[in-house]
């Protein structure tokens, strides 16, 4: 029998008997497996400790979010924000990891207030300012004297930013920088905590010196007086009203009128303003998009939590929900045992391990190239760009369509704020197109695999991750019986197959419109449907890849391997029978073949079926942190259902206001007209 999670609460003494069953069934150790996630034992012990912190913290209680109105969840959520920074000075928490995991357990199913102040902002600043700048703001900042936010996006643009509108246009005479929003649609727009909280912004804006047009360049804004928080002169802004999530966070708008800063506000790490106008270009063109990578190399990791967290909700509810009968007469099955619904979850749960190693795969990726930058080393920047940009548009879709589909599984009660899925799925959508909107991130990624293939062609090479694009196809797949499709070699050969075939393709497909004429841009636009296939079988067989290799290089007991093994297979085996066509389109599998992957992934389902309960408790997430009733450890969902219906303050009154107002006027009338 498996051991417990120490750590997780259970909310009461009774545990629902099918979820305990789960449990008892497992092959591996929990815990085990919750270490390979946290990076060791001591971790997981500190991780625990660190929420603790926040989650036995009584200033972090209140009342439940779907009980608030926006203004109170505002309120609420920048006093938690607040409280935050102060307990984790008192506690001297100053490690990354622990400030997320300390205000990661104090959210719940939130977004974190003052986010991009301690993201996008201070990494900004960080990453692009000289050290004399930093000297100067980072004490500001660190201190939160100042709360900032990161203003790239505008009313009229997003994701392409050499179309943004601001200006900031040098004054030599003062020594200036002078900002301004020449049309309604260059406001920015959507910055989080812009429309009420922050007094000064990373604005990102074309830079105008000596009347040339420089590109986009970020400076830094005071938009809010230290003493009573109003806009200074020239500068209007405000919230731009309620979204489809983020209802506690104040995305805002912000236009300039004439706005002058001093010339040291503009960030001159990498390019500079001299006093007299003249330009200093940076070394490689994309050095400003540092922190974009970061914060996408962010996202990806992120993508793997949420499915986690969608993952524990629908498969500790499809183990103590039971429906329907698999047998006449006999008692009502877990719905977990239907093969419909592991079809519908394990592939899922298969994805959200797979993102989970992704993100801490790519931010190694990327702390390599800061120490590369550091010794001024470029080379690699092209590739992670191209990478990041096309993961986090990979993860993110996946994402948001396996949230859904897990939503779906859990029927209608999956629909009621009690799940936590309407919170979390609307928290994580903008996924989809914050840092970059997702078809065009896809498309950068493919476009460099094109540039990629005609290094190929001129006998250039390249290496890396874009290294199977020079390598000889296998024109057909080895695959012999059902068993080969566990093979993770075969697995990772039909997926480099299909990319391959799919990158060049796309790439004679350009070319081919060049050759009628067309312009390059024009060639490219007339070839999005094959450029985006392209882009998204590349990065499936990255996730592929790596997922393979993390399970491989793993110190973990052989029970643990193992059903992680059986994980990595069913996620590459599930996306060849989901793109079953892609496989099938130049012979490389036969029908035959197909037919062994439909059968080895029926058995995988069977494989991971009994450890589906305690894979999801091996993420070890808190039910405070989780915040769904469907997704409760104890398993007893329907008592704490009808609790959380009574706690509706609109069962405050057995008789609402609406029946004196409305109802009861509407129905003596219509009694009245009968008895005419």
């Known amino acids: 029998m498996a051991a417990s999670v120490v750590g997780v609460p259970v909310p009461s003494s009774r545990v629902n008997p099918d979820i305990q069953k789960e449990r008892n069934t497992a092959t591996f150790d929990p815990l085990h497996l919750t270490y390979v996630l946290d990076g060791g034992k001591d971790r997981t012990q500190r991780r625990r400790y660190v929420e603790s912190l926040a989650l036995n913290d009584p200033a972090f209680k209140h009342k439940d979010l779907s009980f608030m109105d926006r203004e109170e969840r505002y309120t609420n959520s920048i006093r938690k924000a607040i409280h935050t920074v102060r307990r984790l000075r008192e506690l001297e928490i100053t490690d990354i990891q622990e400030i997320n995991w300390y205000k990661g357990a104090n ?20 990453t692009q300012m000289t050290d004399e700048q930093k000297l100067t703001w980072e004490p500001l900042l660190h201190n939160y004297e100042i709360l900032g936010t990161y203003a790239q996006t505008e009313l009229g643009h997003g994701t392409f930013l050499r179309g943004l509108e601001t200006t900031a246009t040098y004054d030599p005479a003062t020594q200036e920088f002078v900002l301004h929003s020449p049309t309604l649609t260059a406001m920015k727009w959507w910055p989080g905590n812009l429309g009420k909280t922050c007094t000064h912004a990373v604005v990102a804006a074309q830079l105008i010196s000596k009347g040339k047009s420089l590109g986009i360049h970020m400076f830094m804004v005071q938009l809010r007086s230290l003493e009573d928080h109003m806009p200074l002169p020239g500068i209007e802004l405000g919230d731009i009203g309620p979204k489809f999530g983020y209802a506690n966070i104040d995305n805002g708008f912000l236009r300039f009128d004439h706005v002058r800063i001093p010339r040291e506000n503009m960030f001159m790490k990498y390019s500079q303003i001299e006093p007299d106008g003249s330009y200093v270009a940076p070394p490689a063109a994309k050095l400003t998009y540092g922190s974009m990578i970061l914060i996408r190399a ?26 329907s009968e698999l047998m006449p007469g006999a008692k009502e099955p877990q719905v977990l045992e239907y093969q419909s619904q592991q079809l519908k979850l394990f592939p899922n749960l298969a994805t959200a391990y797979a993102f989970t190693f992704l993100g801490r795969q790519m931010q190694d990726m990327y702390a390599r190239y800061m120490s590369e930058l550091s010794s001024g080393e470029y080379s690699s920047l092209p590739e992670l760009h191209a ?43 903008p996924a989809a197109t914050y840092e970059g909107e997702n078809t065009v991130m896809m498309l950068q990624t493919a476009r460099y695999l094109l540039k990629c293939v005609r290094n190929v062609r001129a006998g250039k090479g390249v290496g890396g991750v874009m290294s199977y694009l020079a390598e000889t196809p296998q024109p057909r797949s080895s695959a012999a019986n059902d068993k080969d499709f566990l093979c993770s070699k075969m697995l990772t050969e039909a997926y480099k197959h299909v990319a391959r075939r799919l990158v060049y393709e796309a790439a004679d497909r350009v070319t081919d419109s060049l050759k009628k004429g067309r312009a390059q841009v024009i060639a490219s636009n007339e070839n999005h449907l094959h450029l985006l296939r392209a882009g998204q079988a590349h990065c499936h067989l990255y996730v592929v890849d790596n997922f393979f290799s993390a399970v491989a290089e793993l110190a973990a007991p052989d029970s643990v391997k193992e059903v992680l093994q059986a994980l990595a297979s069913l996620y590459a085996v599930h996306g060849i029978i989901q793109n079953r066509g892609e496989f099938l389109y130049d012979g490389y599998l036969t029908g035959d073949q197909l037919a062994m992957a439909d059968r080895q992934l029926i058995a995988l389902l069977g494989t991971i079926r009994p450890n589906a309960v305690t894979l999801v408790d091996s993420f070890d997430i808190h039910d405070d942190i989780l915040g769904s009733i469907l997704g409760r450890y104890d398993g007893n969902v329907y008592e704490n259902l009808y609790k959380w219906a009574k706690s509706s303050p609109l069962n405050d009154k057995e008789v609402v206001d609406a029946y004196d107002l409305h109802i009861k006027p509407f129905l003596r009338e219509n009694i009245a007209k009968s008895k005419l």
């Open 387 to 429: 990478t990041a940009a096309g993961l986090k548009a990979f993860t993110s879709w996946v994402m948001i369509a396996g949230m859904e589909e897990m939503r779906l599984a859990c029927g209608g009660h999956g629909y009621s704020s009690a799940s936590a899925f309407p919170e979390i799925y609307a928290n994580q959508n």
């Open 298 to 323: 962010f996202i990806i990791g992120g993508m793997g939590r949420t499915l986690a967290k969608g993952a524990t909700i629908s498969i500790r509810y499809s183990a103590v929900r039971r429906q």
């Open 107 to 126: 959210i719940g199913t939130e977004v974190g207030n003052l986010g991009l102040h301690d993201s996008m902002f201070s990494h900004t600043v960080a």
